[in-house]
């Protein structure tokens, strides 16, 4: 196992200010017995609500911040107290922190890192030359950092995260604010790396095309533990999430009436119902079609958000 | 892997390499590098015309001719500027951590320190240096020292604890940094108060702060011991001889205290995360 965590827990607390010289202490639970292993080559989509201690976990995982209980192994490691052994397993790209020389030729960063993690020339060399083919930076590598756009940073973050081959890759956010085409790149590498050469990647991630298109295993973080931890699939039968008919009509009219199916919304002669996702949808089309004049129906699955959404409410 | 991490660079190289990207992140801006530092060393010059406008009106302060006075602000401002040169970075430190920047020197295999320590490098630092050394060398040249092969020692030897002691308050402005982010300009007063109280004779501030500028915090080290010596003046608190050449003892005992402090400062930032 490449990160073991064992009832892993970090509380922070919190003075607050009550009166004027008076302050209350209050504990926060931000991570609580979290339990997960991650082996070797998985592609791990680890996504959650915003506070729900999914970046406290990752510290922990990072050797950042240090566990308030619990056990934890990254890489046979213990994250702060062997920091910089693990600093040499590990790779880390913060999404829209960049930590490259903002004024400097991409070059210039990579070349630093070239010497802070001892990498042997020739593998330098070979690293350097595989990424740039890669993620297309060949162009880029003499441009300043402040030069390029977002997704050409990404990119290079990317590159400067991988130079010293780490078993694990902790992504935060890789894909914010990229274009479609951007994405699209990052995406496929992500997806390459983790196949060609194994690394175990933990993808954080609002973005939940990510998760759809690159992670097998989901790990839902929510209140600070494991709220759902499988496959993706898995995740989507477990909630049941409804699915939706669209229909057009062929005028306007009020919200339609068929058994098993609600209107959630009327838009003109469209109208949009809600069925549960174990009913049959041509059942109610054809119920739909000998009440109503129909021109064209659509159905939508459940997305993940649909379903991530509902395992949060629940 | 071990062969590895027998070749990660130690703290001089990781120290140089990160201040080598940041002088070259600063000299992207050749202008206006260049227009910085002729103004900065335009200032530091009218600080050092404000010591001689006021020895225009009087004869001695704290019972030193301006020879003398030259030579002591030569030594605290070049003492000073030398450590700004090398650690200054550690001011930066608040608002890396407020902008969540400083993670990202977590999570590399070298010391977290030397790169704090090179953090905004730039070579306009170099500028107050010209009329630092400029005071230092007026005041060497034109002070009526009875120069021994002792006292042409004691003046590098002066230097080098200067640089020690501010050093050392630099790293304590890091660990304060750590635990206080948002309250940074409270350490200026050591620093750049500092800076300001050592380039005039200790004797001007009479008995009980002159005391504890020797043993609160050890200012009276960077330069004011050595230089009694070396200008043959007694030490109006009358303390021992054997004081004029104790300042790098108190400049070590300043900097274990200080790195113990960077320590505990980090594992806090490790607990809390901010």
Request: glycine letters at 8%.
């Amino acid at each position: 196992m490449l990160i073991e965590a064992e009832n892993l827990s970090k509380t922070y607390t919190l003075r607050k200010k009550t009166g004027r010289l008076k302050r209350e202490r209050a504990t926060v639970e931000a991570v609580r017995e979290l339990n997960l292993s991650v082996a070797e080559g998985e592609l791990l989509g680890y996504i959650g609500p915003n506070g729900a201690g999914k970046s406290t976990s990752i510290k922990m995982f990072t050797g950042i911040l240090s566990p308030s209980g619990g056990t934890l192994r990254v890489a046979g490691l213990e994250p702060i107290r062997e920091r910089k052994q693990l600093a040499r397993r590990i790779g880390v790209v913060f999404g829209q922190r960049t930590t490259l020389w903002w004024d400097l030729p991409l070059r210039d960063s990579f070349a630093l890192l070239h010497r802070m993690y001892a990498i042997p020339d020739a593998r330098y060399a070979e690293n350097l030359k595989r990424y740039v083919e890669l993620l297309g930076l060949a162009e880029l590598l003499d441009t300043p950092v402040r030069q390029l756009s977002l997704g050409q940073r990404m990119r290079g973050d990317l590159t400067a995260a991988l130079l010293h081959d780490p078993s694990i890759l902790y992504l935060d956010e890789p894909t914010i604010g990229l274009d479609v085409t951007s994405k699209m790149v990052v995406r496929e590498f992500l997806a390459e790396l983790n196949r060609e050469r194994g690394t175990t990647i933990v993808l954080t991630t609002h973005d939940l095309d990510d998760i759809e298109r690159l992670c097998r295993r989901v790990v839902v973080i929510d209140h600070g533990t494991v709220a759902y931890d499988g496959e993706l699939s898995a995740l989507r039968n477990r909630i049941a999430a409804d699915r939706t008919l669209v229909v057009d009509l062929a005028r306007p009219g009020p919200a339609v009436t068929v058994p098993g199916a609600t209107v959630t919304r009327v838009d003109g002669p469209r109208q949009w119902l809600a069925f549960p996702a174990e009913a049959n949808a041509a059942e109610l089309i054809s119920a739909v079609a000998s009440r109503y004049e129909l021109v064209d129906v659509s159905i939508r699955e459940a997305d993940i958000e649909d379903v991530v959404r509902e395992l949060y409410s629940s | 892997m071990d062969e590895a991490a027998a070749r990660t660079p130690g703290v001089v190289v990781t120290y140089l390499a990160s201040m080598r990207m940041w002088a070259r992140s600063a000299m992207q801006y050749r202008t206006s590098l260049i227009l910085v530092m002729i103004y900065g060393t335009f200032v530091a010059g009218t600080e050092l015309a404000a010591l001689l406008v006021i020895y225009s009106n009087v004869q001695s302060l704290g019972g030193f001719s301006l020879a003398e006075a030259l030579y002591i602000y030569g030594t605290a401002q070049a003492a000073f500027f030398i450590s700004d040169l090398l650690f200054t970075g550690t001011e930066y430190l608040g608002a890396r951590i407020r902008m969540g920047t400083f993670d990202a020197l977590l999570v590399r295999p070298v010391g977290v320190l030397p790169q704090v320590f090179a953090d905004q490098f730039t070579p306009r630092r170099f500028c107050p240096l010209i009329s630092a050394f400029g005071a230092l060398v007026a005041g060497l040249v034109s002070a009526p020292v009875h120069w021994t092969w002792l006292r042409a020692v004691l003046v590098p030897y002066t230097l080098l604890t200067g640089v020690a002691v501010f050093g050392a308050i630099w790293v304590f402005v890091g660990a304060f940094q750590v635990m206080v982010t948002d309250a940074s300009e409270a350490m200026n007063i050591v620093t750049y108060g500092g800076q300001f109280m050592t380039s005039y004779p200790l004797s001007l501030y009479g008995r009980n702060l002159m005391l504890f500028l020797t043993f609160g915090i050890p200012l009276g080290f960077v330069n004011w011991q050595p230089t009694l010596y070396v200008l043959g003046h007694p030490d109006p608190l009358g303390l021992p001889t054997l004081f004029r050449f104790a300042g790098p003892l108190f400049a070590a005992a300043l900097w274990g205290v200080a790195l113990s402090a960077w320590r505990g400062a980090l594992r806090h930032h490790c607990s809390t995360g901010s």
